[in-house]
């Protein structure tokens, strides 16, 4: 069972949510979708500067993997208000471990909203669909 104190996106970020802060990252799922469950076959992280503002549904970054591009995109609105380097230099980091070492972004929200988010039950409901 994937962590229970965030929500997920159907692309396949999380959000924990803190007070005003929010950190940002993607999935087991989304890891293992991207790398066939080999750690080098992640390639490249592009992520956000700070002080960009980002509304829920856009686009913050992108991570690239030997099969696939895909899109980073924010599950909430808000300024970026630090940014995980280590993940975009080391992004093994982020394969073994996406639910803590592996965050991407973290958020000044803009709002607190979560329409539109799924709780771990949700999301691991809509994995298990998607994998057939």
């Known amino acids: ?14 959000v924990k949510i803190d ?27 592009d992520l956000p500067e700070v002080g960009r503002s980002v509304k829920a549904g856009q686009t913050f970054g992108e991570i690239e993997s030997v099969k696939a591009v895909s899109d980073l995109n924010s599950p909430v609105s808000g300024e970026v ?28 929200l803009a709002s607190k909203s979560t329409e539109g988010l799924m709780d771990a039950a949700q999301y691991e409901k809509f994995v298990a669909q998607a994998k057939h």
Request: net charge negative; aromatic share 10%.
């Open 19 to 45: 007070g005003e802060t929010a950190t940002v990252g993607i999935t087991d799922f989304a890891v293992q979708e991207l790398s066939n469950g080999n750690t080098s076959d992640l390639v490249y992280c």
């Open 1 to 14: 069972m994937r962590p229970d104190d965030r929500k997920y996106s159907p692309t396949h970020e999380w």
């Open 81 to 108: 208000v630090d940014v995980n380097h280590v993940i975009e230099e080391h992004l093994e980091v982020l394969a073994k471990d996406p639910w803590k070492e592996g965050w991407m972004v973290k958020f000044k």
